[in-house]
């Protein structure tokens, strides 16, 4: 897991905008947007990479156009909050492909995920075949969110 990186700059801060608004870019384009040799560009990209506060680059799917345009939220209560119940439920969801996000929370329900679904028939089938029949699932509740109102993938860049 990747610690806090406290040592970062006003032109590392630029980086990150930039590759988090287009992860395509090439090196020599984000030179020129940051005002950098290619350089000194790739070796700040790169110490960002190796100290983990740049982790990956992916690509973003479009959801609805993969099938996919409801989305659920579902709270999860456990019958047993003992570490080793945690680990087999945590070990198990993992392996649900329509279960997008999961944390583990503070408050009246264990877990809480976003599943996305095609709609509430396919939503029953996840709900009946996996989600009630993972183990230690205690109680299920669950919502449909009615519309996206924002959702980013730019994670804030604070200065130091």
Not at 18 to 38: C, H
Not at 140 to 159: D, G, M, N, Q, W
């Amino acid at each position: 897991m990747a610690q806090y990186y406290s040592n970062i700059d006003r032109l590392d801060r630029r980086i990150l905008h930039e590759i988090q608004v287009d992860g395509k870019l090439s090196n020599t384009a984000l030179a020129d947007r940051v005002n950098l040799s290619e350089s000194a560009c790739l070796r700040r990209v790169r110490r960002l990479e190796e100290s983990g506060m740049l982790r990956g680059y992916v690509a973003l799917v479009d959801q609805t156009s993969a099938g996919y345009p409801d989305n659920v939220f579902v709270q999860i209560t456990l019958t047993s909050q003992q570490q080793d119940d945690l680990a087999s439920f945590e070990e198990a969801v993992r392996e649900l492909p329509e279960v997008m996000e999961c944390y583990l929370m503070s408050g009246d329900a264990d877990y809480l995920l976003r599943v996305i679904v095609n709609d509430a028939r396919d939503y029953e089938r996840i709900h009946s075949q996996y989600l009630t029949s993972l183990p230690g699932v205690d109680r299920v509740h669950s919502s449909f969110a009615l519309r996206t109102v924002t959702k980013k993938t730019e994670v804030p860049i604070r200065e130091a």
